[in-house]
């Protein structure tokens, strides 16, 4: 507000439509401003290595884009355009070191749960259990869903490691992890919902394999291939459609950190 007043800020690249964008393209209000844009490899001092990993991680989506080349560039197309990277066929014979489950609950709309397994750094998605109350035109109880999560997803845990499963859910299924903490035998986390980020950490995972997914979870490779920005929102936004098992992925990725994990 102040004659000669002066503000330096240093961004990184977001949607065209984002807000701060549009005041750097407006030149509004007599503001003088100096715009200095840069990539990556403006930068002498970050390693050669540290670069290429950082591109492999971003590589096909809309962050390398941005956070590599320094655009600004609208999100769209499909959400994991390089998904293929993260399939298996293999059933291992071996115990895993480690078994989670993760959900995303609905009483009307889908119920999504996948089996994740730890082998050495990798999680492997073996079994997925899907319901849909809308589509079969019957909606399941709490202990129902408790009941198809037995036969359909934990019947694959052995029986040593079924005493306490630890199981990732859907922050809104109140009504579910209140039934599950009465059980007795699951340690429930309440998921990370945090969209965007969940979403740039699952696109991290599925580019330096530190997820996999079995081709047999169908119901996550229909939704996987539909699964697509919203071109007509002007900001990075999801189409709410199918993303049932998406969101279960998401809230394991991101609630267990998995992109940052080193072991």
Known sequence: SLPWSCCDITTNPNSPNQWFKKFIDSREQGVDIYLQEYTIYDNPFLPKEYVRNLEAEYAGSVWFDRYIL????????????????????????????????????????????????????????????????????????DGQYLERLKNNLICYIPEVKRNYIPIIADPSAASFIALLNLDGHFGVRKGNNDVITGIREVNTCIQTGKIKVHKRNRGWLQEVQSYRWDEDAGEDKVIKEFDHFMDSMRYFVKTKRIASQDD
């Open 70 to 141: 320094g655009k600004w560039t609208l999100a769209e197309g499909l959400i994991y355009p390089n998904f293929a990277l993260a399939l298996y066929d293999e059933d291992f014979e071996e115990p895993a070191e480690e078994y989670w489950i993760s959900l995303d609950y609905g009483t009307s709309n889908p119920f999504a749960a996948l089996l994740w397994e730890k082998r050495g750094k990798v999680w492997y998605c073996s079994h997925e259990y899907g319901y849909s109350g809308r589509e079969t035109g019957t909606q399941l109880t």
